[in-house]
């Protein structure tokens, strides 16, 4: 049995109320959630949190201009739980300058160049 401490707060009326901590045993393990909520249950948590997190993904993806396509293959290669490499400096200019027009590009090269 292992509580985990869980704070909120709200705003009411323009005031904000809280924060409240309380205590709440979710089972320290997989098998002890199971234990003390069913497997159902504990499954289908799980799948909802993970829906969250998946379009959270897909939000960052739609805000960045990304296509269908490149949100994805971002989305295939994603493991729950699991934070993904960073891109290095390059990278993101890279992707940055992929995603300019040809205009564009023409112009930050001669910017680049002089």
């Given at each position: 049995?292992?509580?985990?401490?869980?704070?909120?707060?709200?705003?009411?009326?323009?005031?904000?109320?809280?924060?409240?901590?309380?205590?709440?045993?979710?089972?320290?393990?997989?098998?002890?959630?199971?234990?003390?909520?069913?497997?159902?249950?504990?499954?289908?948590?799980?799948?909802?949190?993970m829906t969250v997190a998946l379009?959270?993904?897909?939000?960052n993806g739609l805000k960045a201009?990304?296509?269908?396509?490149?949100?994805?293959?971002?989305?295939s290669e994603w493991k729950p739980?699991?934070?993904?490499?960073?891109?290095?400096?390059?990278?993101?200019?890279?992707?940055?300058?992929?995603?300019?027009?040809?205009?564009?590009?023409?112009?930050?090269?001669?910017?680049?160049?002089?």
């Open positions: 049995m292992t509580d985990k401490q869980v704070s909120a707060k709200t705003e009411v009326d323009g005031k904000v109320v809280g924060p409240v901590t309380v205590n709440y045993d979710f089972g320290a393990t997989t098998e002890e959630k199971i234990k003390l909520f069913g497997e159902d249950c504990t499954n289908s948590n799980a799948e909802a949190s379009q959270d993904i897909i939000r201009g990304k296509s269908a396509a490149a949100i994805q293959k971002t989305v739980g699991v934070k993904r490499k960073a891109r290095s400096k390059a990278e993101k200019v890279r992707d940055e300058f992929a995603s300019l027009s040809a205009e564009e590009k023409k112009a930050l090269l001669a910017q680049l160049t002089n």
